[in-house]
């Protein structure tokens, strides 16, 4: 989905609600307008009737119904409008007017205008009829009078009071757009100061972004990005101690590999270029391992691959894993045996897991002693799998056990050939199950790793017991 201008997106939910607001308004003054001019117009209908009404009256018993002219001339509002009128007797006589006139129905009977609106001649009309007691007559007799006008004074009376107002709203809207648009340009400059901060950083500068200049709603996404760069640096840092490491591990046995062919060309004694060419196949093996070890170690980090999903048998994955180390055990004369308690089921990705078990079961048989014991215990229940891997070899003392996970560290004094990443890579895996790995020390004194893993059904953790 595509997004717009910030500035652009602030100014439509600003302005939009607003204008909308504007139109409503715009919409209640036009109403407004309208019956204000009725009003008018009403009020000026009611005078004049009573202006006429007021004037007929009886003389020597003659009703003289004359129309004053000022009940006329109030309405000259320089419209052109016209003006009509009738007055009627109680009983239906026209005395004076426009026969044809509306009449209102049912007729008024009390002192009290009434208003209504009609056609006559062509023209809408607004008319106000009026039933008023005869001036001189003494048995109570009645007149009606009507008044009727056109409406062209009454269209320009909305229009004036509406474009009046229409023009202040325009004007109001305008100026609140106006005012926006600076509200939103200074509002947003620290972000733009942000972003010209973040542009004029180096490749390799990953140091924090100041807070203090932005607003506090800007200071969280502020503290992210820190944070993020804060892990990029230290990943970044990791690898580049993992590849001055690995070209350190591989310099070693490479140059040695190379001293040894180089002396087996030379040498002319079958003795010594048989071992020469043995220490050759030893480090070349030992570089293989190495190079596995690494690649297992890339694929064991976040992000690396797509993780898989499937149901893993630990007591199957410990039984291969000792079957294609045996030969391992047999030439260092160690016990390597393997205990199945109960049925140990778990999720995840079983390659990786599998590679855990062959590290630490392997780290155990390079430094167990000839003549030692290497055990492997599987046990589980329906909500817990557990592996465990003991040996009796010299163990790790305790402040060593968080510096061991490190890549390529070995602990000082530490005889073996092994390259120091076999545990970083059990804890690339079981970080990547989302559990823990924790080292203890094992009842005949060696190294006990304990793999605590919830079963199937339920999420993968992993604890360690130390028996130290």
């Not at 009645?142 to 004036?160: C, N, Q, S, W």
């Not at 591990?249 to 002396?263: D, E, G, I, K, N």
Request: glycine share 10%.
């Amino acid at each position: 989905m595509r997004i717009d201008s910030l500035r652009l997106q602030l100014l439509r939910w600003l302005l939009l609600p607003l204008a909308g607001l504007v139109a409503v308004n715009v919409f209640t003054s036009w109403r407004q307008a309208s019956a204000t001019a009725d009003l008018v117009t009403d009020r000026t209908l009611d005078a004049s009737v009573r202006a006429i009404a007021e004037d007929v009256r009886i003389d020597r018993g003659v009703i003289d119904a004359i129309v004053p002219p000022v009940a006329l001339e109030m309405f000259d509002t320089g419209h052109r409008d016209r003006v009509f009128y009738r007055v009627d007797t109680a009983a239906g006589r026209l005395l004076t007017g426009y026969p044809d006139l509306p009449l209102p129905e049912p007729l008024p009977k009390a002192s009290a205008p009434v208003h209504f609106t009609g056609s006559y001649r062509g023209s809408d009309l607004r008319l106000a009829a009026l039933s008023y007691p005869l001036v001189g007559a003494t048995d109570g007799a009645r007149v009606t009078v009507v008044v009727g006008v056109t409406l062209a004074g009454h269209a320009a009376m909305v229009r004036e009071l509406w474009v009046g107002n229409f023009g202040q709203q325009l004007i109001l809207l305008v100026a609140a757009g106006v005012l926006v648009i600076i509200g939103l340009g200074r509002g947003l400059a620290p972000l733009m100061r942000l972003r010209e901060a973040v542009m004029e950083k180096g490749r390799d500068d990953l140091s924090p972004l100041p807070d203090h200049a932005v607003q506090s709603e800007l200071r969280p996404l502020v503290a992210a990005l820190n944070t993020y760069m804060g892990r990029v640096a230290g990943q970044m840092a990791a690898q580049r101690r993992f590849v001055a490491n690995a070209a350190h591990q591989l310099r070693t046995p490479l140059a040695l590999l190379s001293t040894q062919v180089a002396f087996a060309r030379r040498t002319g004694e079958a003795a010594e270029r048989a071992e020469a060419l043995a220490g050759a196949e030893e480090s070349t093996r030992r570089l293989a391992r190495l190079a596995a070890q690494l690649l297992t170690l890339s694929r064991a980090e976040p992000g690396s691959r797509r993780p898989r999903d499937e149901d893993i048998d630990l007591a199957q994955s410990a039984r291969q894993v000792l079957e294609g180390l045996a030969h391992l055990a047999v030439e260092r004369d160690i016990d390597l045996g393997l205990d199945v308690n109960a049925p140990a089921v778990t999720r995840g990705d079983g390659a990786m897991m599998r590679e855990a078990v062959v590290n630490l079961v392997e780290n155990a048989l390079r430094y167990t002693p000839k003549g030692g014991t290497v055990t492997v215990t599987v046990d589980g229940t329906a909500d817990e799998a557990v592996l465990v891997v003991e040996d009796s070899g010299p163990g790790i003392p305790p402040e060593e056990r968080d510096k061991v996970f490190e890549r390529f560290y070995r602990v000082p004094g530490t005889a073996g050939e092994g390259s120091g990443i076999g545990l970083s890579i059990v804890r690339e895996v079981v970080d990547g199950a989302g559990g823990r790995l924790v080292l203890g020390t094992a009842a005949a004194g060696g190294l006990r790793v304990e793999m605590r893993l919830q079963g199937v059904g339920g999420l993968t953790a992993i604890s360690v017991r130390d028996t130290s």
